[in-house]
């Protein structure tokens, strides 16, 4: 394919001259492969974008799109229509950023790509803000709550309090649904411009069976929902102040939403919505019986928004150009310099910097002024960030199409697979994920690497032993010595020949919420080589979890089991 000819030389090209920002040659387009045409009418990338952050892009999309966020590398060249030279070095570049995994030919979405939806969460400010009246909301009403933005002629959920219920669909963090099949849709569109009606239109014809929306079942066109449908909601929540969704999604699932109002400028901030099944509510029901406290919520949201304190002042990043000049140093090749500066670039937003200048952009990652200036023009292209009327830039909801949903749903366990797995190779021997039983005399297992030594066989994922008996244990209820120490170290009490050493595993605001234990046959190691070889690989491994932990925890709660 021609285009990839051209768009694999890029990156070495790019490379070649990091920093100086030199525009390619006037008039020329980059080759946009179908896959990296992601904003309809907007095809044709301009002069300065910078091709390989546009392709780091598509990738961290296409692995965003697949089941458990994993391709191989040819499903990859495939879905992206990229050399797979270029495939190779995107993935290594973003394994170094700890963005993706490589597991053998498998590529996998990493916990730390969370950051860069975090970015925009924390600059938006509305999760941190309104979600545990969202959570309480859906405590008491035991049904799901969400709260979306909109997105463009969609709507994008930033929050989710979410009843485990088999029946239907959930939702996760960052999914994007086609605003006309939801209750949020009517209201976001209520303030839609002639151009935004337009632009569904479009879609809606060139996409009829909601194929771009891989969060929703296919729309059945046998009984096609016309377009008037829609206006017609939307003219109804304009006056009535909320909306509801009869089962556009799929059968059985029912929604009621409204609108929170920003307090400055009275428009919509997001939607706030319960949703239920046929089997407890209708769409009716939802109205007459749930409306009244969902908008007694959203009163109490407006204030929350209107008394909020202003931003704490964050952590500015910084040593980025040290970090990436030290990867391209080592990785030569195969580290494609200016993917790794553009992707960085989203995480100068926060908190207390939601709209920045290309100057704070420069300041805050340490770039030079037009390689920040051309990453800001790409993610523009790429719509991440928008310009504002008064010069500065900020991140959209889509932010989130990176990685965000998948990731959203990981658990502990997941989340501590692949270090277990390392540090079992490393110290030839098995390693494991502990929590404490409710009750709290026993330690469950929830994930684990075994060697193939036979000794270990005999614990596996669910195995519960008692936590008096267990390093593992030790460490989960605080005991004493290993409080101190910051480790327990337990010889042959549940079993002849028998050694574990276990350390704590911590929450962003330091609870021991699991343990992780290297257990030996006895006569491998001393108990004193067992502290000086293992320890500190397992403590690293600790601290590699718990860096996954705050980073995805950041804007929900992770499950422990
Ligand atoms: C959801 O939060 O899962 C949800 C919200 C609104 C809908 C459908 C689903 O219309």
């Known amino acids: 394919m021609p285009a990839n000819t051209t768009n694999d030389a890029a990156p070495a090209r790019a490379a070649a001259t990091p920093g100086t920002g030199t525009p390619r040659t006037p008039g020329t387009r980059e080759a946009i492969t179908p896959a990296e045409a992601v904003a309809p009418a907007e095809t044709v990338a301009p002069a300065e974008a910078v091709a390989p952050l546009l392709r780091g892009i598509a990738v961290l999309r296409r692995l965003t799109e697949a089941d458990d966020g994993t391709l191989s590398l040819s499903g990859l060249e495939k879905a992206t229509g990229l050399a797979r030279s270029t495939v190779d070095r995107i993935t290594a570049t973003l394994a170094r950023m700890g963005y993706v995994r490589l597991d053998g030919r498998d590529v996998t979405l990493a916990p730390r790509l969370t950051e860069l939806g975090n970015a925009y969460l924390a600059a938006l400010r509305l999760p941190a803000l309104l979600a545990s009246r969202a959570d309480a909301l859906a405590d008491e009403l035991d049904e799901s709550v969400s709260l979306a933005v909109g997105d463009r002629d969609g709507i994008r959920f930033i929050h989710q309090a979410t009843r485990r219920r088999a029946m239907s669909l959930s939702f996760r963090i960052g999914d994007l649904l086609p605003a006309e099949r939801t209750a949020p849709g009517p209201l976001f569109a209520t303030e839609w411009t002639r151009a935004d009606w337009h632009r569904w239109r479009d879609r809606r014809a060139a996409d009829p069976e909601d194929r771009t929306f891989p969060a929703v079942p296919p729309r059945d066109h046998t009984t096609p929902a016309r377009d008037e449908d829609f206006e017609d909601r939307t003219a109804a929540a304009a006056t009535d102040g909320y909306s509801l969704d009869d089962q556009l999604i799929e059968p059985g699932l029912v929604a009621v939403s409204a609108p929170v109002r920003d307090p400055g400028t009275g428009r919509i901030a997001c939607v706030a919505s319960v949703v239920s099944h046929t089997s407890r509510h209708t769409a009716e029901d939802l109205r007459t ?6 908008r007694s919520t959203v009163r109490s949201m407006e204030n929350d928004l209107l008394t909020a304190p202003p931003p704490e002042p964050g952590t500015p990043r910084s040593g980025l150009a040290t970090w990436t000049a030290a990867s391209k140093q080592e990785l030569g090749r195969d580290f494609v310099e200016s993917l790794a500066r553009g992707l960085t670039v989203l995480t100068a937003f926060g908190e207390d910097r939601p709209a920045l200048t290309l100057t704070d952009v420069a300041k805050a990652t340490g770039l030079a002024r037009a390689t920040a200036r051309r990453a800001l023009i790409t993610h523009e292209h790429a719509g991440l960030v928008a310009a504002t009327p008064d010069r500065t830039f900020i991140l959209t909801p889509r932010v989130l199409s990176l990685g965000f949903p998948p990731l959203s749903r990981t658990s502990l366990p997941q989340i501590a697979q692949p270090h277990l797995t390392a540090l079992a190779d490393r110290v030839h ?13 026993e330690i469950q297992y ?5 060697t193939s030594r036979v000794m270990s066989a005999r614990i596996s994922v669910g195995t519960r ?5 267990t390093a593992l244990g030790h460490v989960l209820l605080s ?9 327990a170290l337990v010889d042959e009490e549940l079993e002849a020949g028998l050694r574990s050493i276990a350390v704590p595993v911590r929450d962003r605001t330091g609870r021991v919420v699991a343990a992780v234990n290297v257990a030996m046959h006895a006569a491998r190691r001393t108990a004193a080589a067992c502290v000086t070889d293992v320890l500190p690989l397992l403590a690293e491994t600790a601290s590699h979890i718990e860096a996954d932990l705050r980073v995805t925890g950041r804007f929900r709660r992770i499950p422990l089991t």
């Open 446 to 450: 929830t994930a684990r690497a075994s």
């Open 429 to 441: 021997e098995s390693a494991s994920l502990a929590v404490l039983s409710d009750s709290g005399e």
């Open 465 to 469: 032993l008692p936590a008096h008996a």
């Open 289 to 294: 019986a749930l409306l009244p406290r969902l």
């Open 479 to 487: 005991l004493p010595e290993s409080r101190s120490q910051g480790y």
